[in-house]
T-cell receptor, first 111, second 112 residues
Framework: QQQVKQSPQSLIVQKGGISIINCAYENTAFDYFPWYQQFPGKGPALLIAIRPDVSEKKEGRFTISFNKSAKQFSLHIMDSQPGDSATYFC??????????FGKGTLLTVNP | DGGITQSPKYLFRKEGQNVTLSCEQNLNHDAMYWYRQDPGQGLRLIYYSQIVNDFQKGDIAEGYSVSREKKESFPLTVTSAQKNPTAFYLCASNNDRAYGYTFGSGTRLTVV
């Protein structure tokens, strides 16, 4: 059973554009919703995260939008740069502090 | 600096051999995790441990074994029973206060 569905699988954006990646979850008991960024050959690194008591969180060019009633959250990357080209994973945290990850989105930002 | 150290970065194994991947953390995290990453497959959980001397199977535990004798260490053994072991292996840790995971830099295992 896939608890987190991430889309799209891949995304190509022009430099300066907006990148949007979406995740949908099934269990309402999750209490933490992070996004991870992974460059080739490296481990994922926490990019930004949100708790379910807020609807939006912004850190620089990165914003998480959270819709609790729809059980969806998304990552928006404003003014996308070639250096943002990476794989992005959403995740949800359950009651035992274990994260369940989406399958990832490969983002390519063309110069 | 605190973090997770995985070693080696690259590992080559002959078919039929067992191999052990190292994961050490100095973050004082209680929980540690092993993931396998294949292209297009995302992160698949192999094993996890939330306390010393205890661990649970993840989604793809067959052909793998782990131990958790120390809080800082969570080695993963890829046994000869694992049919397709070539992959990128990631170790992670967290605790109830850390919320998210800290990941190591990974070990790329290739069976030759």
């Amino acid at each position: 059973q896939q608890q987190v569905k991430q889309s799209p699988q891949s995304l190509i954006v022009q430099k300066g554009g907006i990148s949007i990646i979406n995740c949908a979850y099934e269990n309402t008991a999750f209490d933490y919703f992070p996004w991870y960024q992974q460059f080739p050959g490296k481990g994922p690194a926490l990019l930004i995260a949100i708790r379910p008591d807020v609807s939006e969180k912004k850190e620089g060019r990165f914003t998480i939008s959270f819709n609790k009633s729809a059980k969806q959250f998304s990552l928006h990357i404003m003014d996308s740069q070639p250096g943002d080209s990476a794989t992005y994973f959403c995740a949800v945290r359950g009651s035992n502090y274990k994260l369940t990850f989406g399958k990832g989105t490969l983002l390519t930002v063309n110069p | 600096d605190g973090g997770i150290t995985q070693s080696p970065k690259y590992l080559f194994r002959k078919e039929g051999q067992n191999v052990t991947l190292s994961c050490e953390q100095n973050l004082n995290h209680d929980a540690m995790y092993w993931y396998r990453q294949d292209p297009g497959q995302g992160l698949r959980l192999i094993y996890y441990s939330q306390i010393v001397n205890d661990f649970q199977k993840g989604d793809i535990a067959e052909g793998y074994s782990v131990s958790r004798e120390k809080k800082e260490s969570f080695p993963l053994t890829v046994t000869s029973a694992q049919k397709n072991p070539t992959a990128f292996y990631l170790c992670a840790s967290n605790n109830d206060r850390a919320y998210g995971y800290t990941f190591g830099s990974g070990t790329r295992l290739t069976v030759v």
